[in-house]
Nanobody, 118 residues
Framework: QVQLVESGGGLVQSGGSLRLSCAAS????????MSWYRQAPGKERELVAT????????NYADSVKGRFTISRDDAKNLVYLQMNSLKPEDTAVYYC???????????WGQGTQVTVSS
């Protein structure tokens, strides 16, 4: 059974930093790309960052490029999102999943709320 558990969100001032974590289980974690997504109130869920298997390459949405860094620990089945220079427009619920633009699984975790105050 696929499980995705996000954590690390919170309330931070503009310009601050947060590090999100995602614990994954129920599938061959090290063999798949992993991504972070976010959904702001009234908006559709969007892809934020992707890391390929073994961390060979990463891709970012233009809106977060240069500020966010995705990484993974295959020994612990964890994927991280380091978010720096946060802006109010980064406020959203953040989710992780396997895959990229198209997710491998229909399951979603509960997400973690990130709120950036101006």
């Amino acid at each position: 059974q696929v499980q995705l558990v996000e954590s690390g969100g919170g309330l931070v001032q503009s310009g601050g930093s947060l590090r999100l974590s995602c614990a994954a289980s129920g599938f061959f974690f090290s063999s798949v790309a992993m991504s972070w997504y976010r959904q702001a109130p009234g908006k559709e869920r969007e892809l934020v960052a992707t890391i390929t298997s073994a961390g060979r390459s990463t891709n970012y949405a233009d809106s977060v490029k240069g500020r966010f860094t995705i990484s993974r620990d295959d020994a612990k089945n964890l994927v991280y999102l380091q978010m720096n220079s946060l802006k109010p427009e980064d406020t959203a619920v953040y989710y992780c999943n396997a895959g990229g633009y198209y997710t491998l699984f229909p399951n979603w975790g509960q997400g973690t709320q990130v709120t950036v105050s101006s």
